[in-house]
């Protein structure tokens, strides 16, 4: 199984920031879809963001478009999401998804 990994989730207070990065293989990075998902305490996982590997279209579900944006970085075989203007409620472990490939899972929480 292709090995994809998250970084940088943590502690932040409501209104802050945080980016969450995913390095995946290359041939995997530039040739599938990749999405990120957030899986609340309790919750099934749910669809955050994703960007098109045909257009690099990108999209994100109600709860997070404004605040939340996907990217990549070709050159460094990276996905990022940033997330601004955080809430209690985006609290949850956010997985990084390539193809049909899942990390680990990063931690984020958003409290006071």
């Known amino acids: 199984q292709e090995h994809v990994m998250e970084s940088g989730g943590g502690l932040v207070q409501p209104g802050g920031s945080l980016r969450l990065s995913c390095v995946a293989p290359?041939?995997?990075?530039?040739?599938?879809?990749m999405y990120w998902y957030r899986q609340a305490p309790g919750k099934s996982r749910e669809w955050v963001c994703s960007?098109?590997?045909?257009?690099?279209?990108?999209y994100c579900t109600d709860p997070y478009r404004g605040r939340f944006t996907i990217a990549k970085d070709n050159a460094k075989n990276t996905l990022y999401l940033q997330m601004n203007s955080l809430k209690f409620e985006d609290t949850g472990v956010y997985y990084c998804?390539?193809?049909?490939?899942w990390g680990q899972g990063n931690q984020v929480t958003v409290s006071s």
């Open positions: 290359k041939d995997i990075f530039t040739n599938r879809n």
């Open positions: 998804k390539a193809g049909d490939s």
């Open positions: 960007i098109a590997i045909s257009d690099g279209s990108t």
